[in-house]
């Protein structure tokens, strides 16, 4: 059985900090890219940052929040963190976490809702 359960999330003030988990089952973890998505009300779902399965784990993040998250991954937990700093209304969104590859079935998870509001 296939799963990635997205956690962490919730009602945070501008300016604050969350720490959104992904905990991985089912698959073989270590051999994809993990990515977190991002989608707010009435948009599209946005390619938030991703962690390469290969060297170290090559980072990239949407420039909408570079500076701001930190994508992260634990191999041996089979869990990818998205650290969020200096959070923005703009932020606000469900969340989503996705394990990617360009030869091997692809997985998402249900989700988990980050509101930034005074």
């Known amino acids: 059985q296939v799963q990635l359960v997205e956690s962490g999330g919730g009602l945070v003030q501008p300016g604050g900090s969350l720490r959104l988990s992904c905990a991985a089952s089912?698959?073989?973890?270590?051999?994809?890219?993990m990515t977190w998505y991002r989608q707010a009300p009435g948009k599209g779902r946005e390619l938030v940052a991703s962690i390469s399965n290969g060297g170290g784990g090559t980072t990239n993040y949407a420039d909408s929040v570079k500076g701001r998250f930190t994508i992260s991954r634990d191999n041996a937990k089979k869990t990818v963190y998205l650290q969020m700093n200096s959070l923005k209304p703009e932020d606000t969104a469900v969340y989503y976490c996705?394990?990617?590859?360009?030869?091997?079935?692809?997985?998402w998870g249900q989700g988990t809702q980050v509101t930034v509001s005074s």
């Open positions: 996705k394990a990617v590859s360009v030869y091997k079935p692809e997985y």
């Open positions: 089912g698959f073989t973890f270590s051999t994809y890219t």
